[in-house]
């Protein structure tokens, strides 16, 4: 089971870091991956860690803004969010896969993601 926190309300400019924290399972076996959906809208990715072959990926729009990492002593992965956006206003959630291979691009795709935790509200408004 995952749980996704650490979201709120903040200002243009601003950062956050989110949590997820996983219980029942080791997520250095997994990939885990950050989704955001605003509302009105479909699930959208947002950046992928993958224990398993040491890399990171994130979507177009949050590259050199967003940085993805994980605490392995505390099973948690982090999504620590920075130059925040209005546009960025979503809920948050994170999600399990198995390692993509090098190379691979469906790690975008939220159907091939499973043990997806309730998400935590960000809110970018001044």
């Known amino acids: 089971q995952l749980q996704a926190s650490g979201g709120g309300l903040v200002q243009p400019g601003g950062s956050l870091r989110l949590s997820c924290a996983a219980s029942g399972f080791t997520l250095d076996y997994y990939a885990i991956g950050w989704f955001r959906q605003a509302p009105g809208k479909e699930r959208t990715w947002v950046s992928l860690i993958n224990h398993k072959y040491r890399s990171t990926h994130y979507t177009d729009s949050v590259k050199g803004r967003f940085t993805i990492s994980s605490d392995s002593a505390k099973n948690t992965v982090y999504l620590q969010m920075s130059s925040l956006k209005p546009e960025d206003t979503a809920t948050y959630y994170c999600?399990?896969?198995?390692?993509?291979?090098?190379?691979?691009?469906?790690?975008?795709?939220?159907?091939?993601?499973?043990?997806w935790g309730q998400g935590t509200q960000v809110t970018v408004s001044s």
């Open positions: 999600a399990a896969t198995v390692p993509p291979e090098p190379g691979s691009t469906w790690f975008d795709e939220p159907d091939y993601y499973t043990d």
